[in-house]
């Protein structure tokens, strides 16, 4: 059986909330899969798309820039990134609120407020 110690998650604990995913960015000039290059490109070509360019249109127009990806690579990648994207808009809008703790039961009657005899 593999075991760990204390100290080793106390460190864990220390150091792991400031750690920064270290993401490929637009800067410098480096290589990028097609799926990094379309995920970053995605809003644009959403716009396309829009506008009325068709996925072929699209595809056309990116190997006129040296990205010779398949047609149907990038309409799975494109199609990835709208999934993507739904679903993150939908956790949220989706995020639940916390409700106030419930409150004694109150009796209710219908009988008017009494009123002191004067």
């Known amino acids: 059986m593999i075991k760990t110690n204390t100290e080793t998650v106390r460190k864990i604990m220390a150091e792991f909330p400031n750690l920064q995913n270290e993401k490929k960015t637009l800067e410098g000039n480096h290589e990028m899969t097609f799926r990094e290059a379309i995920r ?3 809003p644009t070509l959403r716009a396309m798309n829009k506008r009325g360019f068709t996925t072929r249109e699209i595809a056309e127009k990116l190997k006129e820039y040296g990205v010779y ?4 690579t990038l309409s799975k990648y494109m199609h990835d990134m709208a999934q993507d994207m739904s679903q993150k808009s939908k956790a949220s809008s989706t995020r639940r609120v916390k409700k106030p703790a419930s409150q004694p039961a109150v009796p209710v ?3 008017a407020p009494a009123t ?3």
Request: charged share 15%; proline share 8%.
């Open 40 to 42: 970053a490109l995605y």
């Open 116 to 118: 002191p005899n004067e």
């Open 109 to 111: 009657t219908n009988h």
């Open 69 to 72: 990806i398949e047609l149907s």
